[in-house]
């Protein structure tokens, strides 16, 4: 079976080290944040593409977001990718993990006939990891979270995946369509194909679908889709801490620390 | 065409109940389920609400007073042979059939990899709110609100989060964040048998394998002993010193990403967030994905060449010097104290 029909679900987050808070306002400031590929998605994508390289098949990039998204997803293409399909509509805004496992899924099931779903463990942002299974329920379809590896027995038509949990491995068999949450740092993300770089970047090179392309029920996208509200934010409170300078020679300290330790035994 | 969605039963159905999922592994109670129990009697105490523990699995019945003793009212015990060993297949089913029976107001588990695996299915499943990964969780006591808090972008940002019109109100609280009761064995508790209907050709997913270590659980330590890149994968020299304090050895990403510690080492965001008494940190930048491992820690000591390291910034005891001199010292003078002085 060398057809095997894969997507990957991509986001672009800001970079957490430059979000704050606004003091006044206590709204989120993601103006001055730089945005970036989630970095597990990109572990999700190399590992969509070394399944694809040793069992064949292709791989849609699948993502939802507003339109900036556009100028990050082609790294996907870049890196080998087929196809990218932006999910973006003003409506899709304010959407919680319910209401963005249903878009995703529409998109998913709008591909139609999709073997392999590949997530990353968590966005840096959003940072639930509840998409990955939530869109497994949607499709109504198997799921396996935490991979660091996945195999493929292509006579049994079965995926098998190791899974890590504290402590150790599992490793689970599940047939296929199924959705991979994969974890974070388990491959080394490829580079891009320098000769795909400015074809991957071309304009028009994704396609845009909207809430009427994916006849997507209003009342289950965007903040009529989504349960949870973000009730306070506040800039985590950092613990006072002495910073306490302690000088000398390596014994000296030594001797000092054995001193502070041996009150807190 | 909806209006908006809508969960499968709704506040006016709920029970004022707080339930619990009980994760077990190798016949034993997860840490993290014991702690929901604790937090979860105060809150339940708080608002005269029942608390439940939900409690899957096969032969697993003598669990439950564990889970009494921990703060449990009831104990809903579901015990299959197809359940023991956790798939989302057969506990998605079965959580979700002793969801609708029960009725709870609020449903919460730890936010371990089985945890979310299952509440991030089941909340699509009953159109419910889901948070992820709590570092906090309070009960309004008038409105019945849960009210979730969660660290986001990196940790340098607190969020509180709510699903006042859907039921349950689930959320997954990450592992280490409440303490521990002791255990009351004087506690008396309702267990109630759940029936389930279980066959073969339900369960799709097949487990192979599950290969669980000698159970590394830095939340637990007291003392703990922390070593960066700049270590350079010296944690044999970070063990003498733990050996000497009785506590354990932990890693920032880097050394973990090298294959020099095991990734269950890993403190941080991304790994574990422990409560020492005293955390030491050798050789750590203190980068914001880290520091929030350790925020809970009573007294930090930072050992770092850079004088300028942000991780100083984190730290009671700051000492300027290559950990490769200063921990083998440290673990000379601790020993040295520990022999009686003639
Ligand atoms: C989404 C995301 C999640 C992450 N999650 C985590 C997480 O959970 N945990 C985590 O740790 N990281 C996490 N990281 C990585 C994190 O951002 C930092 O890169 C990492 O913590 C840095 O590790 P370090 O301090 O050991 O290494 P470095 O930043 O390289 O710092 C090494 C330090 O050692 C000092 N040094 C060098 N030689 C010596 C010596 N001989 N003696 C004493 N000091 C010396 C140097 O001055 C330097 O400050 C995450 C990153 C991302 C993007
Ligand atoms: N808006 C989105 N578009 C595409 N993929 C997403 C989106 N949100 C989450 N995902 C995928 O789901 C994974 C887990 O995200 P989260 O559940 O938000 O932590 C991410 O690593 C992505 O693979």
Redesign the pocket.
């Known amino acids: 079976m060398s057809d095997l029909k894969i997507v990957v679900c991509m986001k672009v987050v800001p970079k ?1 080290e430059e979000v704050g808070v606004d003091k006044e306002t206590m709204r989120l400031d993601r103006e001055n944040a730089r945005s970036e590929m989630n ?1 597990t998605d990109m572990n999700a994508l190399e590992m969509a593409l070394d399944f694809k390289d040793r069992y064949g098949g292709s791989i849609d990039v699948v993502s939802m977001g507003p339109p900036f998204f556009s100028h990050f997803l082609p790294v996907g293409l870049a890196m080998g990718a087929n196809h990218i399909y932006l999910l973006s509509d003003r409506d899709f805004g304010g959407a919680d993990t319910l209401a963005t496992t249903y878009t995703l899924a529409l998109g998913i099931r709008k591909i139609g006939d999709v073997d392999l779903i590949f997530c990353g463990e968590e966005s ?1 942002d959003g940072a639930t990891g509840q998409v990955p299974p939530g869109i497994a329920e949607w499709l109504d379809i198997n799921q396996i979270t935490m991979v660091n590896r996945l195999d493929y027995d292509t006579e049994r038509e079965m995926v098998r995946g190791q899974r890590e949990i504290p402590g150790g491995h599992q490793i689970v068999d599940t047939p296929l369509p199924v959705v991979i949450s994969v974890a ?1 740092a388990s491959n080394e993300p490829r580079f891009m194909d320098y000769r795909l770089k400015s074809w991957a970047f071309e304009d028009e090179r994704i396609t845009v679908w909207n809430v009427d392309d994916l006849k997507a029920d209003p009342g289950y996208v965007g903040e009529p889709g989504s349960p949870t509200i973000v009730s306070g934010l506040e800039q985590a409170p950092s613990r006072e801490r002495r910073m306490e300078f302690i000088d000398g020679t390596p014994d000296e300290i030594a001797l000092r620390l054995a001193g502070i330790l041996e009150d807190r035994m | 065409m909806t209006e908006r969605v809508e969960s499968l039963y709704g506040i006016d159905e709920e029970s004022k109940a707080i339930w619990v999922f009980l994760g077990q592994i190798g016949g034993n109670l997860e840490p993290v389920s014991l702690e929901l129990l604790t937090h979860g009697r105060q809150l339940a105490d708080q608002a005269g609400w029942t608390l439940v523990g939900l409690l899957l699995g096969h032969e697993v019945g003598h669990l439950t007073e564990q889970a009494i003793a921990h703060g449990a009212d009831e104990v809903w015990l579901a015990d299959h042979p197809l359940l023991e060993e956790y798939t989302i297949d057969t506990y998605g089913r079965v959580v979700f059939d002793a969801i609708m029976e029960g009725k709870p107001s609020a449903f919460i588990a730890g936010a371990t990899p089985n945890g979310r695996d299952l509440l991030g299915r089941l909340a699509v499943r009953l159109r419910a709110g889901l948070t992820a990964d709590c570092t906090d969780l309070k009960l309004v006591t008038e409105t019945g609100i849960l009210i979730s808090e969660v660290t986001g972008f ?1 940790g340098g940002v607190l969020a509180l989060i709510e699903a006042p019109t859907h039921r349950p109100q689930m959320a997954t609280v990450r592992p280490g964040v409440f303490p521990l009761s002791e255990a009351d064995a004087s506690r008396k508790g309702r267990i109630i048998d759940f029936q389930v209907l279980l066959s073969e050709d339900m369960l799709k997913t097949e487990v192979v394998e599950t290969v669980v270590g000698a159970g590394v659980d830095l939340t637990q330590a007291e003392m703990l002993v922390i070593g ?4 350079e994968g010296d944690f044999e020299m970070l063990r003498e010193l733990a050996d000497a304090l009785g506590g354990d050895i932990g890693a ?4 973990v990403d090298d294959g020099f510690i095991k990734r269950e080492r ?6 574990v967030v422990c409560r020492p008494k005293v955390a030491i940190v ?6 914001f ?2 520091a929030v ?1 350790i925020q809970d820690a009573e007294t930090v000591i930072a ?4 004088p300028e ?1 942000p ?1 100083f910034e984190f730290a009671d005891y700051c000492i300027v010097g ?3 001199q200063i921990v083998p010292a440290l673990t000379h003078a601790l020993t040295l104290e520990k022999v009686p002085s003639v």
């Open positions: 957490p970095p840096s974070t | 990196g960066g890149r700049g270590i920032t990403r880097p050394p890993q403190i941080g965001q991304t790994g050798c050789g750590v930048s203190g980068a994905h880290f491992g050992i770092n060449t850079d390291a991780m290559d950990a490769a």
